[in-house]
């Protein structure tokens, strides 16, 4: 063996030993053979060194092999005198080398000396004795079949067949054909493709049947077999390609045709029926194109698995196509209920909870028809249908729940716009004037009965029509009186056990309650401290009304009036002149009010008006001469200008108690413009009065 193999298991023919040894413990009993192991090209490693590991390779073959019972415990020495030897490097050593051959020649010659390799003498029989010792070798070795030598036709026809198969193989293996069709086979798929490669392969087979016609037949085949699975082998991974490809294809062409039909409104049951065996049909077809005649390989797995990939893909597809329809449902539903549930809820009419009881009936049936109408052409079960359907029902359920638990997180602010509107308009939604005539506390009473009855309809949902006593809990716990102010006292004094500490309503389920007792009863005292402010100013302004409509001071003003004044009445009497200059001072005086404008000079500050009517005083006493004189010019004496002026100034009258009888609140706008007016007619009486 050479140097490099020691320690190998096939280069150092390990089985070969294992053999020999087996063969000898069959054949002879223990006989000291010799095991001469010659070491080709030995390196610079000692001999020393080499033998040693050699020899524990040898002993543990020995070791592994099987044994007959009576040579269990024999050991190797009883049966083989291992040597080993070494022989340098032909090509870097040639003298020594053939010294060292020559040498082992003469052992060989001499080797029945003794302590030559013949071994031990014990085992030899004397030449009278030969013949039938061969004779029992031979027996022996008939006995054991796997002693046997094969016959000298097998051997040649074993050699040559093997390597004419090789050289087919190997052609194969670079035939220009076949690298072309592998090349095109990467990139798609080939028409022909198994023709093709049949062709190509039976090509090299019927040229290796024609080269082993007249070797042993069995050996042919068997080497014959050997070349086709070794062929197969090769291409195998070709043919894989091809109908990976085909089995891409068919699916792709399956899920573009599904989508397509159910874009076009096909039914999708019917649909995946259709193009399922369409596709499975092509495939079937692709494959049996792509067949190799000299292989049975079967495609049934691939087939298979694209069978679990349409599958797969269709439930995915169906799954998407119902959460599809099943959004859009839910979508309209939702746009069907959201709104019309939160104007309802808005009103808090008696009618509320039945309307929204109606609405969400009419409308779920409306989805759920529209839904089963969708959804027909799915043809899917009872079961899973039934499942949909109540899922929609509940969704609707849960739309007119969430909005109205929105509305309930508002209601404080619902009820003080609905107190609003009910205090500040009458029954025809005209703004109220609060005279002396307005009943205020009845109002806010009103007002507040509407609010509270609010606080009732949004403090349970009531979707499965049980009958409640919410509005008359809240009624007696909240409102059995009105203050002097107008405002509700809380009659939880009046009762030895307050209802509203509580948070459940008697005869509603948990979890139907929007609002607990415990927080109508802190929203109810929240409610009546932020609506107190209106009241108060309410009742603010109807007492200023009141104060407005007396304009004649009180009785013992005008006593008072009477008789200190008058020594002035009597001298106004004797004096006429007198209450024609205070009425021109008067008219005067209002004239520059108007002009001035002295409340919207104040608007912006007391320094600022000042500050501004010092710089428009005098302007406007010289305009309002100016007026005067251009007024006396335009004068004339006639009788129809007197009766005109006296028209005037009844009209004036008139205006003046007009303008007396207005509320306070009026703008300062139109007070200056009726006032400027009447000043211009009290101008101009004055200069026809002159």
Not at 372 to 390: H, P, Q, R, Y
Not at 524 to 529: A, E, I, L, M, N
Not at 578 to 590: H, N, Q, R, S
Not at 620 to 639: C, Y
Request: with cysteine; charged share 25%.
């Amino acid at each position: 063996m050479w140097c490099h193999d020691i320690g190998r298991e096939q280069a150092a023919n390990k089985p070969l030993l294992k053999t020999v040894f087996q063969v000898m413990m069959r054949l002879f009993s223990p006989r000291k053979t010799t095991l001469l192991f010659v070491i080709r090209d030995k390196t610079k490693t000692p001999l020393e060194v080499l033998e040693p590991i050699l020899r524990e390779d040898i002993q543990k073959i020995w070791d592994s092999v099987p044994k007959p019972p009576k040579y269990k415990v024999t050991p190797l020495s009883d049966f083989f005198n291992v040597e080993i030897t070494a022989l340098s490097s032909y090509e870097e050593k040639e003298e020594l080398f053939k010294e060292q051959v020559a040498f082992l020649r003469q052992r060989f010659f001499h080797s029945i000396v003794p302590g030559g390799l013949a071994g031990d003498r014990r085992a030899v029989v004397p030449a009278s004795g030969f013949p039938f010792s061969i004779q029992q070798i031979w027996k022996i070795i008939k006995e054991n079949k796997d002693l046997d030598l094969p016959a000298h036709k097998v051997m040649v026809a074993t050699v040559r067949c093997e390597e004419i198969a090789k050289e087919k193989v190997d052609h194969l293996t670079n035939d220009e054909d076949w690298h072309e069709l592998e090349k095109e086979v990467q990139s798609g798929p080939i028409p022909g493709f198994g023709k093709k490669l049949s062709t190509i392969l039976d090509t090299y087979f019927s040229s290796y049947d024609m080269e082993v016609v007249y070797f042993e037949e069995s050996v042919r085949t068997k080497k014959r077999q050997q070349m086709v699975t070794e062929s197969l082998n090769l291409v195998y991974p070709a043919y894989k390609a091809m109908v990976e490809h085909i089995h891409s294809k068919s699916l792709k062409r399956f899920k573009k045709e599904l989508e397509e039909a159910v874009k076009n409104g096909e039914g999708f049951a019917f649909a995946l029926r259709q193009y399922t065996e369409s596709c499975m049909a092509e495939f079937d077809q692709g494959c049996s194109d792509a067949k190799i005649e000299q292989a049975s390989w079967d495609p049934s797995k691939s087939r298979e698995k694209l069978k679990q990939e349409i599958d797969a893909y269709a439930t995915s597809l169906c799954a998407t196509q119902l959460s599809e329809i099943r959004s859009k449902s839910e979508a309209q539903l939702t746009k069907a209920l959201a709104e019309a549930v939160s104007s309802f809820l808005e009103s808090a009419s008696p009618d509320t909870w039945p309307s929204i009881r109606k609405l969400l009936k009419n409308e779920t049936e409306i989805a759920v028809l529209n839904f089963k109408s969708a959804i027909a052409g799915f043809e899917i079960d009872d079961e899973t249908s039934n499942e949909l359907v109540e899922s929609l029902k509940d969704y609707g359920r849960s739309v007119v729940e969430k909005k109205a638990r929105e509305e309930a997180g508002q209601v404080l602010i619902r009820m003080k716009d609905r107190f609003s509107i009910v205090f500040s308009h009458d029954n025809e939604s005209m703004p109220r004037v609060w005279n002396g005539k307005v009943d205020i506390r009845a109002i806010t009473k009103d007002a507040r009965s509407a609010s509270l009855k609010l606080l009732a309809v949004m403090a349970a949902l009531r979707l499965d029509e049980k009958p409640d006593n919410i509005e008359a809990t809240l009624s007696s716990a909240l409102t059995d009186g009105i203050g002097a102010t107008g405002s509700l006292l809380e009659g939880s004094s009046s009762s030895s056990v307050n209802p509203l500490v509580s948070n459940t309503w008697e005869g509603v389920s948990p979890s139907d309650v929007l609002i607990t007792p415990v927080q109508c009863k802190s929203l109810w005292r929240q409610f009546k401290s932020e609506t107190e402010f209106t009241v108060g100013q309410a009742l603010a302004a109807q007492e200023a009304n009141r104060r407005s409509e007396s304009w004649l001071p009180p009785p013992w003003v005008i006593v008072a009036l009477v008789v200190l004044g008058f020594n002035e009445f009597m001298a106004l009497l004797r004096n006429p002149i007198y209450i024609g200059v205070i009425f021109v001072l008067y008219l005067l005086g209002k004239a520059l009010f108007v002009q001035l404008d002295i409340p919207g000079e104040f608007r912006h500050g007391f320094l600022s008006g000042i500050l501004s009517l010092s710089a428009k005083f005098l302007p406007t006493i010289m305009a309002l001469l100016k007026r005067l004189a251009d007024e006396g010019q335009k004068f004339s004496g006639s009788e129809a200008s007197s009766n005109t002026t006296i028209l005037r100034s009844e009209n004036y009258g008139a205006g003046v108690k007009d303008v007396q009888l207005q509320d306070p609140a009026r703008s300062s706008s139109r007070s200056s413009s009726v006032e400027g007016t009447i000043g211009d007619n009290l101008f101009q009486q004055f200069i026809v009065g002159a």
